[in-house]
């Protein structure tokens, strides 16, 4: 299981996931924005959509450091 978490293929698993989270976060976003504009109503939605764009963004992050790494 260690071999497969630190392989390139996992990597690669976990940026896609990423690109879809954002994706889906930004359009929870405009979706609420056009539902509920600027209302306490839209809130859940609005703090999820967030919360799916920050873990997309650090999931680049993640991406980014290991390709930054030296392999060993």
């Known amino acids: 299981m260690n071999n497969f978490?630190?392989?390139e293929t996992y990597?690669?698993?976990r940026l896609v996931s990423g690109?879809?989270?954002i994706v889906?976060?930004?359009m929870l976003l405009v979706g609420m924005f056009r539902q509920a504009g600027?209302?306490?109503k839209g809130l859940?939605?609005?703090v999820l959509g967030?919360?799916?764009i920050g873990l997309g963004i650090v999931r680049y992050r993640e991406y980014v450091?290991?390709?930054k790494r030296p392999s060993s």
């Open 5 to 7: 978490v630190r392989s």
């Open 11 to 13: 990597a690669r698993a």
């Open 19 to 21: 690109t879809i989270m």
């Open 24 to 26: 889906l976060g930004a």
């Open 38 to 40: 600027f209302d306490w």
């Open 44 to 46: 859940p939605g609005y």
């Open 50 to 52: 967030l919360a799916l």
């Open 65 to 67: 450091l290991r390709k």
